[in-house]
């Protein structure tokens, strides 16, 4: 069959189908808010308001609460997309009569292998800081820290689907080595001497990941920080505040904190359980989301929350509650991650298709907008080309994540 010049909506069709296979991050977070970007919709700017679940208190007797503990709270928080990637392309008009599968291999795969690990970086950076739990693993990634994280998910009421866990190179070795010896699936248990990998175990799709940061914790970490008076909780009402962004205020510390840092408060600020609100008996765990020195407030996650449906700790912590961070100072962590779908999401915005150029196509697949744009080079007959994606990352429930770190 002969060839015929490829179009430029095939190019992006196959573009975005190759960057999906490619994704095994974004591949599995929320995604449902992406129609609101649309260009065929209404223009929203750069920002939307995403609600979070409502939550509610529960009393008994035949009289029920009707003063403001009743009321339906609506907690959201913000997604902005913002962040513009492009990967830029060069062929010439011959190349473009070339056979799908041969463009795709030549030109597409090395082309969205670099937009996939680039958006995936992204969106670690975006949404790992903010997971406000971590398991020490120590030098390797053993199947009790895998057992324990998904322990931290069960307690959080996490839902069982759509469970993943994600990787670094190094963890996977440690854990298929440990997992060697232990009753597996036969086809799952394959796997780990087929492919290197584990498959599903544990109620977790296993995947490896090799664009997973490491996290440097800051040369503070270890009890200098303390509370600077009496926290104040906050307060959340129907003006859609955010439960998933807090601050608290420290004094003592001189050292430096770094985004991503995780710490516990005094030894009697207990995480509750989502609905009863008993104490767990377990520290409540929190995370830095910002870089701090010094006294003054930190950006924290979640909030601290004492009452009402979405209270997340048993006591409000006291002035000179010493702040104890997970892990040793300035050391470099390796960082894997068990999540479940709910724990984040991405939205994709259509980009402007521009006028007076060669070609332009924009294709979205599966949640993700692209846009290529072509111009022509009459010179050298070549055509110049630009793959963009436009979007974002937002933590909508960090307590449905926990991070493994290991050196």
């Not at 030098?139 to 759509?162: E, S, V, Y």
């Not at 998933?244 to 001189?254: E, F, I, K, Q, W």
Request: contains cysteine.
């Amino acid at each position: 069959m002969a060839n015929v010049n490829l179009t430029i909506d095939d190019i992006t069709r196959e573009s975005l189908r190759v960057l999906h296979q490619k994704c095994n991050f974004i591949g599995n977070i929320v995604r449902d808010y992406d129609d609101s970007f649309a260009q065929s919709g209404a223009k929203i700017g750069n920002t939307l308001r995403v609600r979070l679940p409502y939550q509610y208190t529960s009393a008994t007797g035949a009289t029920i609460n009707t003063t403001a503990g009743a009321d339906s709270v609506g907690v959201s928080t913000t997604l902005t997309v913002n962040t513009q990637r492009n990967v830029p392309m060069r062929f010439t008009s011959n190349e473009l009569t070339m056979s799908i599968d041969e463009f795709s291999s030549r030109h597409i795969e090395p082309a969205m292998a670099k937009m996939a690990a680039m958006m995936e970086y992204d969106a670690f950076n975006a949404t790992l800081p903010s997971v406000n739990g971590a398991i020490l693993a120590g030098a390797n990634i053993g199947f009790d820290d895998t057992m324990n994280g998904r322990a931290i998910l069960q307690n959080n009421l996490a839902p069982m689907d759509n469970r993943v866990a994600l990787l670094d190179p190094q963890g996977m070795v440690d854990l298929v080595t440990d997992n060697k010896s232990l009753f597996n699936d036969q086809t799952e248990g394959g796997k780990q001497y087929k492919e290197g990998a584990m498959g599903r175990f544990a109620g977790f799709d296993f995947y490896e990941n090799t664009i997973l940061p490491v996290h440097t914790n800051g040369t503070e970490a270890g009890t200098a920080y303390k509370v600077n008076g009496a926290a104040e909780a906050k307060t959340l009402s129907t003006s859609d505040s955010d439960p998933n962004n807090g601050a608290l205020t420290v004094a003592d510390g001189t050292k430096t904190i770094t985004a991503g840092q995780v710490f516990t408060i005094g030894d009697d600020v207990y995480d509750v359980h989502p609905e009863t609100k008993v104490s767990t008996g377990v520290l409540k765990q929190f995370t830095v989301t910002a870089d701090a020195t010094g006294a003054g407030d930190l950006a924290i996650s979640p909030a601290i929350i004492s009452s009402g449906p979405h209270q997340n700790v048993s006591a409000i912590p006291d002035d000179d509650d010493v702040l104890t961070f997970v892990g040793a100072a300035s050391t470099a962590y390796k960082q894997s991650v068990l999540f479940q779908k709910g724990f984040a999401c991405m939205g994709s915005a259509d980009l402007v298709l521009p006028k007076g150029v060669h070609m332009a196509s924009r294709q979205n697949y599966d949640g993700i907008s692209m846009r290529i744009v072509q111009d022509y080079d009459v010179i050298k007959d070549r055509v110049f080309t630009r793959l963009d994606c436009l979007y974002g990352f937002k933590v909508l429930q960090p307590d449905l994540a926990v991070k493994l770190w290991h050196t």
